[in-house]
T-cell receptor, first 111, second 116 residues
Framework: QKEVEQDPGPLSVPEGAIVSLNCTYSNSAFQYFMWYRQYSRKGPELLMY????GNKEDGRFTAQVDKSSKYISLFIRDSQPSDSATYLCATNVNAGNMLTFGGGTRLMVKP | EPEVTQTPSHQVTQMGQEVILRCVPISNHLYFYWYRQILGQKVEFLVSFYNNEISEKSEIFDDQFSVERPDGSNFTLKIRSTKLEDSAMYFCASSPPQGGGNSPLHFGNGTRLTVT
């Protein structure tokens, strides 16, 4: 069983739409959850970082964690063409910082 | 905003040759990492480094790989004898001292290694 799974997409939405990106994970030891945005041929850029279950909001972005279901989500409101990128979820256990990444979801926001 | 910088952006080498990938982490960060991403695949952890020693490494990080912090600013990944399957994007990352090592990682833009 893969540890962190994401639908690879591509997910295509019109500008202004609300986007929902999701990850599931299998290891209940995972404690910290992150969302990274990766543009083509660039490094992952940290968007959101959370520890507890529940919601965390930052501007147009909301991260949601449900540890009981092992399910994490990223919502993007008022999506823009500049949001077009691959979105990676990542998680790690309490010991050390060995991040386990999902495979990424490619998002395309069309003007 | 401070950032992690990596050089070169693209490295082409022949199989069997040694390569050194270089990184300058964010200045007040104390934890350093190397990850790699083979084209079309997931980002994979290689190694973490703290207090001048390896703190964790993956199965990928075998005897062909080594890391070093030769001075106060650089962090390097050496591949001793490259193989075709080492072709990938190599990302350096660093994280700040607060949080006991569980602070979020900041990545560089990577070095694309092509082994021919």
């Amino acid at each position: 069983q893969k540890e962190v799974e994401q639908d690879p997409g591509p997910l295509s939405v019109p500008e202004g739409a609300i986007v929902s990106l999701n990850c599931t994970y299998s290891n209940s030891a995972f404690q910290y959850f992150m969302w990274y945005r990766q543009y083509s041929r660039k490094g992952p850029e940290l968007l959101m970082y959370t520890y507890s279950s529940g919601n965390k909001e930052d501007g147009r972005f909301t991260a949601q964690v449900d540890k009981s279901s092992k399910y994490i989500s990223l919502f993007i409101r008022d999506s823009q063409p500049s949001d077009s990128a691959t979105y990676l979820c990542a998680t790690n256990v309490n010991a050390g910082n060995m991040l386990t990444f999902g495979g990424g979801t490619r998002l395309m926001v069309k003007p | 905003e401070p950032e992690v910088t990596q050089t070169p952006s693209h490295q082409v080498t022949q199989m069997g040759q040694e390569v050194i990938l270089r990184c300058v982490p964010i200045s007040n960060h104390l934890y350093f990492y190397w990850y790699r991403q083979i084209l079309g695949q997931k980002v994979e952890f290689l190694v973490s480094f703290y207090n001048n020693e390896i703190s964790e490494k993956s199965e990928i990080f075998d005897d062909q790989f080594s890391v070093e912090r030769p001075d106060g600013s650089n962090f390097t990944l050496k591949i001793r004898s490259t193989k075709l399957e080492d072709s990938a994007m190599y990302f350096c990352a660093s994280s700040p001292p607060q949080g006991g090592g569980n602070s979020p990682l900041h990545f560089g833009n990577g070095t694309r290694l092509t082994v021919t």
